[in-house]
């Protein structure tokens, strides 16, 4: 039995388990089922970049508004045409986890250095990446901007720093730096939900 049909058989074995046994936590956790929860949630979409910010409009993952933070967002169509818009690197490199069996087709990233609103999308084999830059970006500290031309990543190079890299080495910086963004928009988010009570309570 190969590793994909095992997972398969395992996956099965779990659910009947906790549909026969465990019907109070299927109560309180009606979505839960990894990893079947994490899938994306809307149909699949063969043109995922016609109308990309209405149809893709939040990130699931974190909530924010992808129209908002144009500069970083990013789109994924895996091989089922099943597609994830996400905010930043950030998110993708958690869509990529947790669909780890999900191959994906097409990835898409922003030219930031392009002066048209929103940024237009660019396959991500075709971009230069600058991490490290002192540039804000969402989701993370050390920031990892997308330019469709490396003359365009040297420019803000030359006035922001940072080094230039491929997709491939932004997004294992990416993985490399999760636990300490992790940590940071936690404490970024205690802090507004503190701000937002005592606003409230006067």
């Not at 398969?8 to 659910?15: E, F, V």
């Not at 109308?51 to 990013?74: A, F, S, W």
């Not at 895996?78 to 087709?105: F, M, Q």
Request: hydrophobic share 35%.
């Amino acid at each position: 039995m190969d590793r994909r049909n095992m997972l398969k058989t395992s996956l099965l074995g779990g659910a009947a388990a906790l549909v026969a046994g465990t019907s109070h936590a299927a109560e309180g956790c009606s979505t839960d089922g990894t990893p079947n929860q994490f899938i994306p949630k809307k149909a699949a979409d063969a043109s995922p970049l016609e109308n990309e910010l209405e149809k893709y409009g939040k990130c699931p993952y974190c909530g924010m508004d992808r129209k908002e933070h144009n500069k970083t967002r990013m789109l994924v169509q895996y091989s089922d045409d099943l597609t994830d818009g996400v905010c930043s690197i950030h998110c993708l490199a958690l869509s990529l986890s947790l669909n780890i069996d999900r191959e994906p087709k097409h990835i898409w990233g922003p030219d930031f250095a392009a002066s048209t609103e929103p940024r237009p999308l660019v396959e991500v084999d075709q971009l230069t990446y600058l991490i490290g830059a002192d540039l804000k970006h969402a989701m993370t500290k050390r920031s990892k901007h997308s330019f469709a031309s490396e003359a365009g990543a040297k420019e803000f190079q030359a006035k922001f720093g940072g080094t230039l890299a491929k997709f491939d080495e932004a997004l294992e910086a990416t993985y490399l730096d999760m636990s300490k963004d992790v940590a940071q928009i936690r404490k970024n988010r205690a802090e507004r939900r503190k701000r937002a009570m005592e606003k409230q309570h006067g």
